[in-house]
């Protein structure tokens, strides 16, 4: 009897994940097996035994992984990967210092500042970079004045400027899992390193890094997926020359008008994103912790 009402507890939430995940799930992959039609659409198929004995059906996915589709891909995985390093490289010693080294009465005040670009939208933020990283703008004028340049960096428009955009925008989604962790860490453990002999750099790496790993795994997953679908940063940023997966997906639905296709790329990145959140919590599990996401 209880183990029915349980059921009958979780009944509205399987309803909500089977309506609004599983079935436009299945409708884009039924969709990304199509093909597209003359004007655009979807072509009718009017035999369906010799669309499939012939492969056409996976014609959307073969053509994902050739030409300019597969280098847009990678430029896709590689930034993402890089932008995962970057925010890792940089949000690791700020949520080590916010956790660890930070007076108590200015902690909630620096952790504030963290989460103040959430206050603004997102879409203004990658505008205000494009004043400031344009021809004429804050970025080249610092660096005239200070002679490091002798005339201004075409920074807009270029990877760069797009890589900056990612860092920005995902740092804060790495240091807020890692200060989390580091908030947890028990300092008996760094004494008793201490003690032992144990230098600092050899403390960091041997004690906090292993017990900061969930921290780790989570903001890499936080920032990872995100910036392997964004668009927004490549569209205002990078510009026709920068275009990511995002932006190819974009593109098709809404100007190539070629729906089957963009279905098929969409698909490929769900995949990839569930295969990457199914490793995070195999991962978790194996090491007995809360899955932090």
Request: hydrophobic share 55%; charged share 15%.
């Amino acid at each position: 009897m209880r183990r029915r009402g349980t059921w009958l507890l979780l009944l509205p939430t399987w309803l909500v994940l089977g309506m609004f995940f599983l079935v436009p799930l299945v409708l884009t992959l039924v969709l990304s097996l199509r093909q597209r039609g003359v004007y655009g659409g979807v072509a009718p198929i009017p035999d369906l035994g010799a669309y499939v004995t012939s492969g056409s059906f996976l014609g959307n996915y073969a053509r994902s992984f050739a030409g300019i589709y597969a280098g847009i891909g990678w430029r896709s995985l590689w930034m993402a990967v890089l932008t995962t390093a970057l925010t890792l490289a940089i949000g690791y010693p700020v949520a080590y210092a916010l956790a660890l080294r930070a007076p108590r009465r200015w902690k909630d005040l620096l952790l504030g500042l963290v989460v103040v670009p959430f206050w603004t939208s997102f879409l203004i933020r990658t505008y205000a970079w494009m004043f400031l990283l344009r021809t004429e703008g804050l970025v080249n004028r610092l660096l005239l004045g200070t002679g490091a340049v002798d005339r201004p960096l075409e920074i807009l428009y270029t990877e760069l400027a797009v890589m900056i955009g990612l860092v920005y925008g995902e740092l804060p989604f790495m240091i807020l899992p890692l200060y989390a962790s580091l908030e947890k860490l028990d300092r008996t453990l760094l004494e008793a390193a201490a003690d032992l002999g144990a230098g600092r750099v050899s403390s960091f790496w041997r004690v906090t890094v292993p017990l900061t790993a969930p921290g780790i795994a989570a903001g890499i997953v936080l920032v990872f997926i995100p910036s392997l679908g964004q668009f927004v940063v490549s569209d205002l940023l990078g510009g026709a020359r920068s275009m990511l997966l995002g932006n190819l997906i974009q593109n098709q639905f809404a100007v190539a008008r070629n729906q089957p296709f963009g279905a098929a790329l969409a698909f490929e990145l769900m995949a990839a994103v569930l295969l990457l959140l199914l490793a995070y919590a195999f991962y978790m599990k194996r090491k007995g912790e809360e899955v932090l996401l």
